[in-house]
């Protein structure tokens, strides 16, 4: 989470400066008024977002990125094999028996192994590479998935509290 | 991942009807052809989306957003602690005791357990809801997100091939 504050712009010589000696009170008051006119028309609005701790120099959305790049990868390893089962069993049944003894937890440990494990698996471990670098940019409904979050955690709330209320007023479902 | 494959508008007597007997045969290819011209108008363009197998009735973004779910709850309730200790000591360390003794890997089980824990955490957990419900749909930056996995796929691709050169290649790094 990048948060944008941008304080005002203060010219090195303009704001702090006050009226050596005897410059008129009443002018500079206005001129600050001026100033201080200016500078909120130039500043964006304060940043409001929740301080969000415990991510040090990452940020959640880099974390959720983290994990979505796992998924994408899990989705590419079932997108390559529903294709080769159709048009090549031999190496359909080599990947399946490939990840059923390797973890997809880990995108990038899974594919490691797969590029070194035999010449006709590192041909998969490359189709797999290229089918999870366009599910991303092409395929996913990114739109898709903000809609259905911010259903979700409506639904969800809604759920927990009905829940809650049903079950110390006794009331019958 | 819903795919919108629309097929041509077929009426229930025109497509399908040979001409009976002695039509001209001509006269049936000409309108044949008129009605598929009329069918590629009607019908939008083919899906060209992976078929991705093995999400049975629900969707690749359905099982992200809901993974993301439980990511955000994790999120409100670092905000909520971070928040309370600086204000109220007593409740910032009553939630830190529950939330060490109680799993945040399930979203739901997490706040229906922390609701009925005793009143104050109850008051917590509405907060909690309520917080995970702003930051999905203000702080959270969903286009930062899009961007993030954009560039991780591409920067995790080009490593593991990189790598793997440098591997076969004998190449010092």
């Known amino acids: 989470m990048e948060c944008s504050v941008v304080l005002p712009l203060q010219g090195a010589g303009v704001v702090g400066t006050r009226p050596r000696g005897g410059g008129p009170v009443q002018a500079f008051w206005r001129a600050d008024r001026r100033r201080r006119r200016l500078a909120s028309a130039v500043a964006p609005a304060r940043c409001s977002k ?55 937890n880990d995108a990038e440990i899974f594919c490691k192994k797969l590029i070194r494990e035999s010449p006709r698996l590192k041909g998969l471990a490359m189709r797999i590479l290229e089918v999870r670098s366009a599910y991303v940019k092409s395929d996913f409904e990114w739109d898709n998935l903000k809609k259905l979050s911010f259903k979700m955690v409506d639904d969800a709330n809604t759920k927990l509290m009905r829940d809650y209320v049903l079950e110390v007023s006794h009331i019958e479902d």
Chains 1, 2 share one sequence.
């Open 50 to 104: 929740m301080y969000v701790p415990g991510f040090g120099e990452g940020s959640p959305e880099r974390k959720a990125a983290t994990n979505l790049q796992h998924f994408f990868n899990y989705v590419a390893v079932r997108v390559v094999l529903s294709q080769l089962e159709s048009y090549n069993r031999e190496a359909y049944y080599e990947l399946k028996e490939f990840v059923s003894r390797t973890s997809l």
